[in-house]
């Protein structure tokens, strides 16, 4: 059933987005708009990540985007601690094959002072240095690894099961195991996961789809300036990571901010009306099931809630179409420099 709520609060409409979507055949529904948990542990406290995960709840995005790698290893267990409670009302996933070790993962536990410490010791930086080089070497994703990473996963969420579990960014050049797919079909029955996949970073690397003989759910980075084509069908994350460079060319092209504001309706750089247009965007291109949101800021979870209430015309997402196909390639120029 399509929701039928009031359309977005400062601009003429949007096309209706469903409130939630099936995937791995229907047998697993999330909301069209999840909450990306990476930036979790960037709020100071844990009296306010508790209460912007339970904004997001209440502003309809019940799909929570982890991994064991997020806030140096303690955004799982910070998201378990916000969820008590509250398991019934949500999906997780969780990725496995980057993870944060030593150090690394003592600084998890501190956050806020860890730029500090990161600052003042070269131990530490050194520690940093070797694990930034672990993301340029191969990785390999084996049953051995996926299977002591998800048991963790389960352990600091504090749940028995997560709603997907995903191979946290394989590349090309990584190595995956032939018995991976039946580990994780055996977690699957098991009853520890209900579904897994892959989330890729780089959309140009989905031969890696192909390594294992289900590719499982798909999650993929989106970014309006660089991708026109379809997709898989997947999860897209990054929806607004254009977001700075088009709200810089429009604030140093007043003609052309006129002329956006014209064909949406409305100023795109008032009521973080931008931010909403590019999410809605994403939720429109070929392939894209499901998008994930980011914020630390509970009052820009109204963006993504307004869009899937929506039921407004589609004249404001036609227009921002319109004026991002005939402005992209001057917009990339400037996000190049």
């Not at 993870?99 to 930086?125: E, F, M, N």
């Not at 600091?156 to 579990?165: E, N, P, R, T, W």
């Not at 607004?240 to 088009?246: D, E, M, T, V």
Request: charged share 25%; aromatic share 4%.
């Amino acid at each position: 059933m399509r929701p039928t709520h009031s359309h977005l609060r400062h601009w003429p409409g949007l096309s209706v987005s469903p409130a939630s979507v099936r995937l791995d055949g229907g047998d697993l529904e999330i909301s069209r708009i999840g909450f990306g948990c990476a930036g979790l542990m960037r709020l100071p406290s844990a009296r306010r990540r508790r209460n912007l995960v339970a904004a997001a709840i209440d502003a309809g995005l019940t799909h929570f985007d982890v991994a064991r790698l997020y806030g140096l290893g303690a955004a799982e267990a910070e998201l378990g601690r916000a969820l008590q409670g509250r398991r019934g009302q949500v999906t997780i996933a969780t990725k496995f094959g980057i993870d944060a070790s030593g150090a690394l993962r003592w600084l998890g536990r501190l956050q806020a002072p860890a730029r500090a410490l990161l600052a003042s010791s070269s131990a530490t930086r050194t520690a940093v240095r070797r694990r930034r080089e672990a993301f340029v070497s191969p990785r390999v994703y084996d049953a051995a690894k996926a299977r002591d990473s998800l048991d963790t996963s389960l352990r600091k969420l504090g749940v028995d099961h997560v709603d997907i579990l995903f191979l946290h960014d394989p590349r090309p050049q990584d190595a995956i195991d032939a018995g991976l797919g039946v580990f994780l079909e055996e977690a699957r029955s098991a009853g520890k996961i209900r579904a897994w996949g892959m989330s890729l970073d780089d959309p140009s690397g989905t031969e890696v789809l192909s390594r294992l003989p289900d590719q499982g759910i798909v999650q993929l980075r989106h970014d309006v300036l660089t991708e026109t084509t379809a997709r898989p069908e997947s999860i897209a994350f990054g929806a607004l990571s254009a977001h700075p460079a088009i709200s810089r060319w429009l604030s140093e092209a007043p003609d052309a901010r006129r002329r956006w504001a014209h064909a949406i309706g409305a100023d795109p750089l008032e009521h973080d009306l931008l931010a909403q247009l590019l999410l809605a965007h994403t939720l429109e291109h070929d392939g894209v099931m499901a998008s994930l949101y980011s914020t630390t800021q509970p009052p820009r979870l109204a963006a993504p809630a307004s869009i899937m209430r929506s039921d407004g015309s589609p004249d404001a997402l036609d227009g921002f179409a319109s004026c991002l196909g005939a402005d992209r390639d001057a917009i990339a120029r400037l996000a190049a420099r």
